[in-house]
Structures are given as structure tokens and as C-alpha cells.
């Protein structure tokens, strides 16, 4: 039975696993001590838990379990990283290399850095979404001390060239950071194979809960260290104080290890999902795929339709949860930023909707979706004077428009 409103917007959040929750419940009533008590037993079995966890986000990535400092999230853990490292190398270098369409949590922290004397330099990716190793290579400096690349874009799902870039920035002696939080789970990430120094991801969207985060922090070739941004207690290996959250920490490390048992059968499921929603939609005239088609994450789809106002196209949608534009910023009216930096106009970037599928996404979903965008697009075109002069051979970019 189809339930409404269906839920494609997996890549803002996603629905918490019951596995999860279930695993979380006793260290609400139960088991409530701190892990910081070392005196008795309830603190004892808080600890145990936290170790616990603490090895099952770490067999996801193949790191070691000592390498994981748990944070609020992803912005934390992007914050911790990118600031923790310009503290600590500020005397080894000052300039920082990113790109354009990262996430804000990278971005604006780069931004504040530049107020304290920081040099970034941020790439501008190729229309497919990707940064390449000859742009990184020619951005390099002998004050780069940090490279910081996403993995896997939020809105666009286009898959950076991770490990080329890490072995590039180990050759240069430069750390570097990825902000993996859509990676995570969805596909292998490898911290060793891959050259990372460390990686910053969130529980919550990976199907664990909300205000739990990881960052990767590597111990060895090369040993690293950050400067904590958050004092007190001297908590995870004085890299983050403050009182372990022991529930989310557990819910968190329960969601890795589902994620490394279904990752393999979930992303084939996934991208045949995608896969057709795209072949339907994309039937639709002047419809265009937004990012890279081969080198991406297989739940992912962003979709631009022509000639339709971004605002009206949500509402013609409301039956489906998506975004348009990025969640994270989506409280304002201004076009995605990322599809902007890809080339897009505003126009394109306005009318484009991203689709995230997830674990919870069955195929009778898929077909309704379809079919309700197709509608949906159809009827606005229709009420469209654009689409209208667009149909009757009308150049738009030569139309001079007055105001009344």
C-alpha cells in the first residue's frame, strides 16, 4: 500500500534504521551513566559501549578504532578538521586549497580562516561536478599545508578522484581532509587505500540519528594532529571535550556496521531505482541531468526541467519530499550555489529537483514519482508563457523584457 507523502530526500537525512533505535533504547533507561566516571559500574558500561562503537565506525572505513573522535556531526568534524589543522601547521604554511562546491560546513569555515590569515585557494570544478589532479597540482604552493575535497557531492552525487588527490598531497608532504558525509556508508571509502588523513561524516545520514558525527583523524604516515576547537575535560583524546553523547555514539556505530553488511546489495538495488526514474523523466523535452553519469553515487539524481519556475515546482511536487537546490541552505531563494558554480543559469538552477533514494525506498515509489512529475511538469509548462514562446520557435536570450 502506497503511503504519502514518499520521502526522496535522503541525502538532507534519512529515516533511522529500527535496528538503530533499538540499540540506542537501553543507553536512555538502563545504561544512563557518563563514560567519563571511572568509578563504578554504570560509567564502566557506558565506556564499553563507546569502545564498541568506536570499532564499528572504524571497520567501515579500515581505519583504527583510536583514529575516530566523535563530534555533534559532519559540520563539527569539518570545522575540528580544517581549523584544528591551520592552528596546528600555522607555522609549516598558511594556504588551504578547496573547491567551489563544497559544503557550506567547508566553505564558510575556509572563509572565516581567511580572516585570520589564511590563503585559500578555491578550485572551480568541470561541469560534471569533478575537480581534477592537474588543477590541485597547478594550485599547490610550498605554503599549502591542507587540501580539502568532498568525496562525494550532496547535490549533485558526482564522485571526486579521492585517492589520485591524497597521493598527490602526500607527495607534497600537504595533509588532506574530505568531507565524506555522503560517502560514507553509500559506497567503500578506504581511509588507507584511499590516501586520507581525515575524513569528517554525520550519523544522520546514514541512517543513524541526528547530532552524531566522526572524524577521521590518521595516527600514522603521517601522525596528525589537530588543535581542539572545543575545551574542557580533555574528552577524546583532548581533541574534543565535553560529555560523550553515550546513546547517539552507540546509534551511530550500530548504523556503520548495517551500512558495511547491506552496502554492496543496497547500492545495486539503489542506482537500477535511479536508473529508471532518470530514463522516465529525462523523456520529458528540454529536461537535463545535472553532474557527472558515470563517476557518482548510485542514489542520487538531480534533474533540471526547463522552462518552469523553481517555486511552483515544488508545489506541483508536494506529494513528494525532495530538494531543490541544497537542503542545508534551501531557506533562502537563491539558486544552488553549486549548480551555479557547474555553469548553470539561474533560470536552470531555480527549476531543478534533486532526488535521494534510500534504504526505506520500495520501486511502487519510483512509479509514482514518476508519473506525479511527469504531471506535474506537464501542467505548469502548459500555464508557461516561456514554454509558450520556447514551442513557437522564440529565442528567449534576444527577448527584451519591459517593466510595466
Given amino acids: ?175 588532506f581532509h574530505t568531507d565524506a558525509t555522503q560517502a560514507i556508508g553509500k559506497i567503500p571509502v578506504d581511509v588507507i587505500a584511499d590516501n586520507i588523513d581525515l575524513a569528517s561524516f554525520s550519523g544522520h545520514k546514514i541512517y543513524g540519528p541526528k547530532g552524531i558525527g566522526a572524524l577521521y583523524v590518521r595516527r600514522k604516515n603521517p601522525r596528525v594532529k589537530v588543535t581542539s576547537q572545543i575545551d574542557g575535560g580533555g574528552h577524546e583524546r583532548g581533541m574534543r571535550s565535553g560529555t560523550l553523547n553515550v546513546t547517539g555514539i552507540v546509534g551511530l556505530g550500530k548504523a556503520c556496521e548495517i551500512a558495511g553488511k547491506q552496502m554492496a546489495e543496497e547500492s545495486q538495488r539503489l542506482s537500477k531505482l535511479r536508473d529508471k526514474l532518470e530514463a522516465e523523466l529525462l523523456k520529458l523535452e528540454e529536461t537535463y541531468l545535472n553532474g557527472s553519469i558515470t563517476k557518482r553515487l548510485p542514489h542520487v539524481s538531480n534533474i533540471s526541467f526547463k522552462y518552469i519556475e523553481g517555486e511552483g515546482l515544488m508545489m506541483g511536487v508536494k506529494d513528494i519530499a525532495v530538494s531543490s537546490g541544497s537542503a542545508c541552505t534551501s531557506a533562502s531563494l537563491e539558486p544552488s550555489y553549486v549548480l551555479k558554480n557547474l555553469g548553470l543559469d539561474d533560470e536552470l538552477a531555480h527549476s531543478s529537483l534533486r532526488f535521494g533514494l534510500g534504504r526505506f525506498t520500495t520501486e511502487e515509489e519510483i512509479d509514482y514519482t514518476i508519473e506525479h512529475v511527469k504531471t506535474a511538469v506537464t501542467k505548469l509548462r502548459e500555464m508557461s508563457p516561456l514554454w509558450e514562446m520556447f514551442k513557437e520557435g522564440i529565442d528567449l536570450k534576444t527577448v527584451e523584457w519591459t517593466e510595466h
Fill in 1 to 175: 500500500m502506497l503511503k504519502l507523502p514518499i520521502y526522496l530526500d535522503n541525502n538532507a537525512t534519512t529515516k533511522p534504521d529500527p535496528q538503530v533505535v533499538e540499540a540506542m533504547l537501553p543507553y536512555f533507561t538502563e545504561f544512563y551513566g557518563n563514560a567519563a566516571s571511572r568509578n563504578h559500574s554504570f560509567g564502566w558500561k557506558a565506556e564499553e559501549a563507546v569502545d564498541y562503537a568506536r570499532q564499528q565506525v572504524a571497520d567501515l572505513i579500515n581505519a583504527n578504532s583510536k583514529e575516530i573522535i566523535f563530534t555533534s556531526g559532519a559540520t563539527e568534524s569539518n570545522n575540528l578538521a580544517i581549523k584544528g589543522v591551520f592552528e596546528m601547521y600555522r607555522e609549516k604554511g598558511n594556504h588551504i586549497i578547496t573547491v567551489n562546491i563544497e559544503h557550506k560546513a567547508v566553505l564558510d569555515t575556509c572563509r572565516h580562516l581567511e580572516k585570520m590569515g589564511a590563503e585559500v585557494t578555491y578550485l572551480k570544478p568541470s561541469i560534471d561536478g569533478l575537480v581534477s589532479i592537474e588543477q590541485i597540482k597547478n594550485a599547490i604552493k610550498p605554503e599549502t599545508i591542507l587540501i580539502t575535497v568532498m568525496y562525494a557531492n550532496n547535490e549533485i552525487g558526482c564522485i571526486n578522484p579521492i585517492k589520485e588527490i591524497g597521493e598527490l598531497a602526500h607527495q607534497n608532504n600537504i595533509l
